[in-house]
C-alpha cells in the first residue's frame, strides 16, 4: 500500500494569511494527488485533483503543486470558511490512501 | 448535480451485520465512467477506503485488505443504489461511514454522502 504523510498535523493561521500544506508518497504516484477540506461536521470536499487541476466551483486561491513523490497546497488569503482539515489522497493505485489530514486553526 | 442519500443503522451489536444504503440521484450506477465507494472515518485511522463496485460491461468489486474477508459492496440498479455490508463487527468498526462516487481510473472523490455515524456497542 501507498503511505501518504502529511506535514504539518496542525498549524496556526489568521485571515489573509498564505498557508502551505505539504504531503509526501511512500513512492512516486506521478501526478495521481488530490486535495480535500472537511469542515467540522461535514463530509470531505474535493478543491483539487491531478495534483493541480481545480475542481469546478473551488476558488481560485486554493493551488497544488508537485509530482512523484512530493506535493504542496497553497492557499493564498485564508478566508474565514477554511479553518478545517485537509487530507491528501493518492490515486494512483488500489488500495485508494489518504494522508493523516493537517488542521488548519484559528 | 450529482446527491447521494445514506440510510441505515446507527447501533450495531458486536459480532452482527452493519448495512447500509446509498441512493444515487443525478447519475446511474451502472454508469461507466463511475465507481462507487464506501469510505469510513475514525479520529485514530483518519480516513480509510473500504472498496467500491463499478461497471465495465460487468460488475466488478475491489476491497481493501483489512476488510476483505467480511465485506460486501453490492449495487442495485433497479433503485439506482448501492450498498455496504460489513459482517461480524467489532467495536473497532464504530466510525463515520461515507459513501462516495468517483471518476473510474482517475480516482478522485467528486460525490460524496451526508455521512452516518455507526456506533458497534452491546
Known amino acids: 500500500d501507498i503511505q501518504m504523510t502529511q506535514s504539518p498535523s496542525s498549524l496556526s493561521a489568521s485571515v489573509g494569511d498564505r498557508v502551505t500544506i505539504t504531503c509526501r508518497a511512500s513512492?512516486?504516484?506521478?501526478?495521481?494527488l488530490n486535495w480535500y477540506r472537511q469542515r467540522p461536521g461535514q463530509a470531505p470536499n474535493l478543491l483539487i485533483y491531478?495534483?493541480?487541476t481545480l475542481q469546478s466551483g473551488v476558488p481560485s486561491r486554493f493551488s497544488g503543486s508537485g509530482s512523484g513523490t512530493d506535493f504542496t497546497l497553497t492557499i493564498n488569503g485564508l478566508q474565514p470558511e477554511d479553518f478545517a482539515t485537509y487530507y491528501c489522497?493518492?490515486?494512483?493505485?488500489?488500495?485508494?490512501?489518504f494522508g493523516g489530514g493537517t488542521k488548519v486553526e484559528t | 448535480q450529482v446527491q447521494l442519500q445514506q440510510s441505515g443503522p446507527g447501533l450495531v451489536r458486536p459480532s452482527q451485520t452493519l448495512s447500509l444504503t446509498c441512493a444515487v440521484s443525478?447519475?446511474?450506477?451502472?454508469?461507466?465512467?463511475?465507481?462507487w465507494n464506501w469510505i469510513r472515518q475514525t479520529p485514530s485511522r483518519g480516513l480509510e477506503w473500504l472498496g467500491r463496485?463499478?461497471?465495465?460491461?460487468?460488475?466488478?468489486?475491489e476491497y481493501a485488505d483489512s476488510v476483505k474477508s467480511r465485506i460486501t459492496i453490492k449495487p442495485d440498479t433497479s433503485k439506482n443504489q448501492f450498498s455496504l455490508r460489513l459482517d461480524s463487527v467489532t467495536l473497532e468498526d464504530s466510525a463515520i461511514y461515507y459513501c462516495?462516487?468517483?471518476?473510474?481510473?482517475?480516482?478522485?472523490?467528486?460525490?460524496w454522502g451526508q455521512g452516518t455515524q455507526v456506533t458497534v456497542s452491546s
Open positions: 462516495v462516487k468517483s471518476r473510474f481510473i482517475n480516482n478522485w472523490f467528486d460525490y
Open positions: 513512492q512516486s504516484i506521478s501526478a495521481y
Open positions: 463496485t463499478y461497471y465495465r460491461y460487468q460488475w466488478y468489486n
Open positions: 489522497q493518492q490515486s494512483h493505485s488500489i488500495p485508494l490512501t
Open positions: 491531478a495534483a493541480y
Open positions: 443525478g447519475d446511474s450506477v451502472s454508469s461507466s465512467t463511475a465507481a
